[in-house]
């Protein structure tokens, strides 16, 4: 399938692979009180979905993964699948992705369609950019917001800053578990 830089919008950059190695995570700790600072490296994978159309509505889209492994590790610590959406109609982009720790986030954010940097959002409780986790999850970390701010440097150059905002039980204060990296495309 091949859409238009018209189709995908702000998001036709992204077709490709992409790979970085200096990604910053803080995470909450085994001890939850901890923070944990972790160094990762990411490989991102976009490809194109082609036209959904929902009655009026026409997003087109791509089909998104990505996998990060602790700098010197050989078995992933986290990884996502899901979808990020153009909707040309209404200048949205939406990131749609599922944690296999039973998290899912669809996440939006008006956007211009030749933006090269945006921001999305979710919060728990909305029933159009919102966050449902499992029970588990709920109860002992339950994600309350998410934040993502996104930038193409160049061509072949893109960074992110995520912040998952935590209600972690015991503790008064949310905590900001982090994430950022810079990736380089290293397939079209």
Not at 54 to 68: I, M, P, S, V
Not at 101 to 124: C, K, N
Not at 159 to 174: A, S
């Amino acid at each position: 399938m091949s859409e238009s830089r018209d189709e995908l919008g702000p998001l036709a950059g992204l077709v490709g692979i992409w790979e970085g190695d200096k990604g910053a995570d803080q995470a909450p700790d085994d001890d939850p009180t901890n923070i944990e600072h972790n160094v990762y490296r990411e490989r991102m994978t976009f490809a194109p979905t082609g036209l959904v159309e929902n009655h009026d509505q026409k997003l087109y889209g791509l089909r998104y993964a990505t996998t990060a492994w602790r700098i010197g590790a050989d078995e992933p610590f986290h990884e996502e699948l899901g979808y990020w959406l153009w909707d040309a109609a209404d200048g949205q982009v939406l990131r749609c992705f599922m944690v296999p720790r039973g998290v899912t986030v669809i996440a939006g954010g008006t956007v211009a369609a030749d933006a090269t940097s945006f921001e999305l959002a979710a919060e728990v409780g909305s029933e159009t950019y919102g966050i449902c986790s499992n029970r588990f999850l709920d109860r002992e970390f339950k994600t309350v917001r998410y934040d993502l701010r996104f930038s193409f440097r160049g061509a072949d150059t893109i960074h992110y800053w995520e912040d998952t905002v935590l209600r972690i039980r015991g503790q008064d204060e949310l905590f900001h578990h982090t994430d950022e990296n810079t990736l380089r495309r290293v397939r079209s």
